[in-house]
C-alpha cells in the first residue's frame, strides 16, 4: 500500500535467511541495512522511551515483577536497563517458545564481526509465536541477558489459549505474541508472593493473525445456530445454498 517492495525469503531459510537476504540487498544496492538484532540504538530507545514509561507509570506504586518474551530483545534490553537503575528490587522475567529453547541451551550463537548470526542455532524448532525468538541469540538481546533474573518457557498451545481467553474475558484483542506474553505472566504470578504487582505489556493486535492456527477453530461462515437466528426474523427470508457469510442490522 505505500509502495514498497516486499521480498518474502524461503521458509527453510528460518530467520538467519532472512537477514543474509537483507545483507546482500544492502551490498548489492549501497541500501541503508537497519541491523536491528545488534544496533545498541534498539535497546537505547527502549531504555529512553519504554523503561521511562513505566517508571513514570508506577511511580508511587508497587512493581514487583516485570515479563517479557524476545524478538531482537530490545525491549527486554532497554527496559530492564531501565528498572534496574530505578528500582533493582524489580525482577526481570524473560520468555522464551519451549520449543525454541535457545537460552535454556546454554549454547552462544557464532557471529560474524558485525555481529550478525554465522547460521542458525542448533537449539532451534519452528515455533508458532510470531515475532519471538528467531533462529538464533541476537546481538541486542545476548549483551542484555546478565539482567533477566528469571527465565520462562512458554508452549504454541498455551498462547494461543491465553490469546482467545484475554479476547472473550476481557475484551483485549490480541495475537499469539501478546498471549504468550500473558501465559508467562500468569506462570509468574503462580509462583510469586502474595501482593505482587506484574507488569507485561501486550503490543499487539490479533487482526495481523487471522491466517494463522489462532483461527482455525473460528469459521468464516454463520454456523447452524447463527443460521437459526438469521431464519427467525420473518421478512428476511434465507434461499437454501445461498446463506450470506455476513449479517449486518443498522
Known sequence: MLG???I?????????GMVKKAEE?????????TSQFETEANWKMHEKTTGQEILRDFAGKKLTHFVTGYGTGGTFHGTAKA???SRPDVKICLLEPSAAPLLVSGIKTERKPSGAPVGS???FQPHPVQGWTPDFIPLVLEQGLSMHDELV???GPESMKCAKDLASKEGIFTGISGGATFAGALKVAAKAPKGSSILCMLPDTSERYMS???????QADMDESELEIARSTPSFQLIPGQEPTLLVAA
Open 8 to 16: 518474502v525469503t524461503p521458509k527453510g531459510g528460518k530467520g538467519t
Open 25 to 33: 540487498l544492502a551490498e548489492k544496492h549501497g541500501w541503508f541495512l
Open 83 to 85: 528498572l534496574k537503575a
Open 212 to 218: 494463522t492456527p489462532l483461527y482455525d477453530q473460528i
Open 4 to 6: 514498497a517492495k516486499v
Open 153 to 155: 518457557q512458554i508452549d
Open 121 to 123: 542455532h542448533p537449539a
